[in-house]
């Protein structure tokens, strides 16, 4: 079967990933692929701990059986597997976990001008954690040194899920520096001949810092994730399916679209948490990955996946 038909079978429903999920919490999500195609899960989760959550991280592939669907494990369809990229990966993972909760996990490649996911040699994973009590944005490189914070996107408040635009000019997250939580945007100024280092990204020595006014509100609005000019973000205002939903925004002339609410074919009576956009090739159509607490799953939140749209 060809992904990229418009074929309402694929992604029209709501799929459970069944291979995935445990009895116990899995969310936040993060599902990058590299230069082979390769693709690399990591997500949080109580399977491990039982009392915190900690990332996992498992090699996973697109399936097209009766449903389009992820499932755990590798599916060679030729040439070879990127096993150097797994290790870093796994090793930033490593880092990351300890005592305390993780979330958000959001893997990061510096390639000149753009993020990217693609080789070993410039990986960076992006999170956040509560060791100190609170939620604070941190990432890790390869290497010895420990895990950092970067301090300009954190508060005494919580603050968490960052997600990068393609040119590294934007940084998007949430906190409750305010009283509840709202999404923030950062802007980096940014030259079209500039390459994007890790450095610009942890420590720029220009940027602008903003509630993002036209997606937050009195409500708690978390979890913003984009994907060139999309965003998904989760939402309790008034007006959903259940206590968090899933909204949508696109991003035209400079700011936010008026979100909308991903209704009843994705959102539930229940809780929908951290949805992300992954860029996967061979795909022409938002493929969404999101975590809920429905009836229906192994236990606790599971992780689902479904296209964001119908009308792709």
């Known amino acids: ?22 009895e116990y919490d899995d969310y936040n999500s993060d599902l990058p692929n590299n230069r082979h195609g390769d693709l690399e899960l990591v997500f949080s989760s109580r ?21 389009l669907s992820l499932k755990k494990g590798r599916k060679q369809t ?5 096993g150097d990229i797994y290790n870093s990966a796994q090793q930033l993972v490593g880092k990351a976990n300890g005592n305390f909760n993780v979330y958000g996990p959001k893997f990061l490649s510096l390639r000149d001008d753009l993020i990217n996911y693609g080789t070993e040699d410039d990986l ?10 609170k939620m604070d944005i941190k990432y890790t490189r390869r ?20 997600s990068f635009s393609w040119t590294g000019d934007r940084i998007y997250f949430c906190s409750d520096r305010d009283g509840n939580f709202d999404i923030y945007e950062v802007k980096i100024p940014r030259k079209e001949t500039e390459k994007i280092t890790i450095e610009s990204i942890v420590a720029p020595p220009k940027y602008e810092l ?14 913003p994730y984009i994907q ?26 400079g700011k936010w679209s008026t979100p909308i609410n991903a209704g009843p074919r994705i959102n539930s009576s229940h ?11 061979n795909f022409n159509y938002p493929l969404m990955l999101f975590s809920s607490n429905r009836p229906g799953g192994k236990g606790g939140y599971d992780l689902y996946m479904t296209g964001l749209k119908r009308d792709w």
């Open 271 to 281: 809780n929908e948490y951290r949805p992300i956009l992954p860029s996967l090739p």
């Open 228 to 253: 060139q000019d999309m965003m998904v973000f989760v939402s309790d205002r008034p007006g959903g399916q259940g206590s968090e939903d899933i909204y949508y925004s696109e991003y035209k002339n």
């Open 143 to 162: 290497g010895t040194s420990a895990p950092e914070p970067v301090r300009y996107l954190n508060s005494p408040a919580n603050d968490a899920y960052p």
């Open 47 to 67: 399977r491990e701990k039982k009392d915190v959550l900690n990332l996992v991280h498992m090699h996973a592939y697109m399936d097209y059986d009766k449903h």
């Open 78 to 82: 030729g040439g070879y597997f990127s």
């Open 124 to 133: 960076f994973l992006f999170y956040a954690d509560d060791s100190s009590g």
């Open 210 to 223: 903003r509630k993002v006014e036209e997606l937050s509100g009195p409500y708690n609005d978390k979890c």
């Open 1 to 22: 079967m060809d992904p990229d038909k418009k074929d309402g079978k694929f992604l029209s429903d709501v799929v459970n990933l069944e291979e995935i999920n445990s």
